[in-house]
């Protein structure tokens, strides 16, 4: 599953591996144009099986003979879910009460404070540093009472930046920004979610992002980069389950492995208006939008639907392919003329 780039080795012997069995890939691609360099791992491939609904598009341009359709990522609700009872209300009021309280100023201990949740890889396209630096202005504008950003990561990842040292040089360290590197169950994150107002996700480039699945599983809304398969969860085209944030530019970028690709870059002017659409969202607004996405999810992304989606794709996939000694609609070899 996941990138191309992982599995070159595997395509490198796919004549030995599909003259037995049928290779079936689940893939996700972060954005367009579509990767045509890509289409020759996908015609060496059986079926392609499309995570989000833009790599399920890219699929059928690049390679519609081996498009395997679209199952979507799903998301385990005995984990993720709103909590109310007595006991996980107060697991997530401790938690809450421990965040707004991590300052040492007076002045910055308000009750009312919103709490924004960011839990992502410490990564260049994820955008970290961007994030810190956006969200300390905006509090220079509304005020540094007002809300506190818990960054759950590797704060000092060898491919994103050096989340401390801008922290400090920005000094947001007195509770206006708060990072949790300690890796933890999904329990403790899903108390996390709970506990926060709105998760947040700007990463210029994102194949699906889990992350804000997990967060509208608990009913906690999110603000997003409309971006690869953020689209597909903040909103089902009627409704919004938070906010996203059109990008106002789309470079393309590339690399050697990845000649071209858009990189989705959204304006700091964009991301304050949301944020303070956030801060002064009525309860009503919020309410309506939790269990919206709450449904959202559980119509949409359940692992009920996933497992028998997975389990339907390789019998269907077998039936279609055969497999070992009934193996068919694959040849070794191929005639071609030669001028």
Not at 188 to 212: C, K, P, R, V, W
Not at 278 to 298: E, F, P
Request: hydrophobic share 35%; aromatic share 12%; with cysteine.
């Amino acid at each position: 599953m996941t990138d191309p780039r992982f599995y070159e080795w595997l395509w490198e012997i796919e004549n030995e591996v599909r003259s037995l069995v049928p290779m079936v890939y689940y893939h996700v691609w972060d954005n367009f144009p579509t990767p045509m360099y890509n289409k020759i791992w996908y015609d060496s491939t059986d079926e392609v099986v499309a995570i989000s609904k833009v790599t399920d598009q890219i699929v059928r341009e690049a390679s519609p003979d081996s498009y395997g359709g679209y199952i979507p990522h799903a998301v385990n609700s005995s984990i993720f879910y709103k909590y109310n009872s007595a006991d996980d209300k107060e697991k997530v009021n401790n938690l809450r009460n421990n965040i707004i309280s991590s300052t040492h100023n007076p002045k910055l201990n308000n009750p009312n404070k919103k709490i924004f949740f960011w839990n992502n890889r410490n990564a260049r396209r994820k955008q970290s540093g961007t994030l810190i630096w956006w969200f300390k202005e905006w509090l220079d504008k509304v005020g540094h009472d007002k809300a506190t950003l818990m960054m759950h990561t590797d704060a000092q990842d060898p491919h994103g930046q050096d989340l401390p040292h801008i922290i400090e040089h920005l000094n947001v360290n007195d509770g206006q920004v708060l990072i949790s590197t300690k890796k933890v169950p999904p329990e403790e994150l899903a108390i996390m979610y709970n506990a926060a107002d709105f998760t947040l996700n700007i990463s210029d480039a994102e194949g699906f992002g889990l992350s804000t699945l997990e967060s509208l599983s608990c009913g906690t809304p999110i603000i997003v980069n409309m971006t690869g398969g953020l689209q597909e969860q903040v909103t089902d085209g009627k409704q919004w389950f938070g906010w996203g944030i059109q990008p106002s530019s789309k470079a393309v970028i590339g690399s050697l492995t990845v000649p071209y690709i858009y990189e989705d870059r959204i304006s700091q002017q964009d991301f304050e208006k949301m944020l303070s659409k956030a801060l002064n969202c009525s309860k009503k607004t919020y309410d309506k939008m939790s269990k919206a996405g709450i449904q959202h999810i559980k119509n949409n992304y359940n692992f009920e639907n996933f497992e028998k989606s997975w389990i339907e794709k390789i019998d269907s996939a077998i039936e279609k392919h055969g497999s070992w000694n009934a193996r068919k609609n694959y040849s070794k070899w191929t005639l071609k003329e030669v001028a």
